[in-house]
């Protein structure tokens, strides 16, 4: 059964348009949500995070939004640009995260056309 | 560069082999994790270390055994290995404890293929 959900496995944008990622999570508990980005032979790296106490965290061209209500949360990415072309995970934690570890959604492919 | 790195890059191994997958971090952190990723599944969690104490377990078969000898180094041994176990494997680490808000910071992982 899983607790974070990507329904998207791929999502195509034009560069310099707006991409929107999307993420569900069924736990309650959830209070602590990430993005990761993954380039191929590479490890996830972190993108940006959020707290349950918050429903919009902005860090330049990233914009990750929270709707406790709907267990939603979004990435957005203004303006695409080629080198965003990756695999987004989605992640969240309980507990204020730390030394729990993470759960992971199952990635969307994001690709930026020219 | 990454402050977590992870040898081999890459393994072939049989499943009589013993081998060992190493990571190390340069972080600073005090909190060590083994993930797995396998074809089309989220990155599974399979063990926790915090303060050099595995705190999860989370399941996993035995023929995976984790070492974790100080806050900086962690290990994964593996002996008589599945082909279903090939899969990426990833170490991460982070700034744990409770109500710690401190995202993972992973190595580029072990593409581990049992034959």
């Known amino acids: 059964d899983q607790q974070v959900k990507q329904n998207s496995p791929s999502l195509s944008v034009q560069e310099g348009r707006i991409s929107i990622l999307n993420c569900d999570y069924t736990?309650?508990?959830?209070?602590?949500f990430l993005w990761y980005k993954k380039y191929p032979a590479e490890g996830p790296t972190f993108l940006i995070s959020i707290s349950s106490i918050k429903d919009k965290n902005e860090d330049g061209r990233f914009t990750v939004f929270l709707n406790k209500s709907a267990k939603h949360l979004s990435l957005h990415i203004v303006p695409s640009q080629p080198g965003d072309s990756a695999v987004y995970f989605c992640a969240a934690s309980e507990g204020g995260g730390g030394a729990d570890g993470l759960t992971f959604g199952k990635g969307t492919h994001l690709i930026i056309q020219p | 560069e990454t402050g977590v790195t992870q040898t081999p890059r890459h393994l072939v191994m049989g499943m009589t082999n013993k081998k060992s997958l190493k990571c190390e971090q340069h972080l600073g952190h005090n909190a060590m994790y083994w993930y797995k990723q396998s074809a089309k599944k989220p990155l599974e969690l399979m063990f926790v270390?915090?303060?050099?104490?595995?705190?999860e377990n989370n399941s996993v078969p035995s023929r995976f055994s984790p070492e974790c000898p100080n806050s900086s180094h962690l290990f994964l041994h593996l002996h008589t290995l599945q082909p279903e176990d090939s899969a990426l494997y990833l170490c991460?680490?982070?700034?744990?404890?409770?109500?710690?808000?401190?995202?993972?910071?992973f190595g580029n992982g072990t593409r581990l293929t049992v034959t």
């Open positions: 270390y915090s303060l050099e104490e595995r705190v």
């Open positions: 991460a680490s982070s700034q744990g404890g409770q109500g710690v808000n401190s995202p993972l910071h």
């Open positions: 736990n309650s508990m959830f209070d602590y």
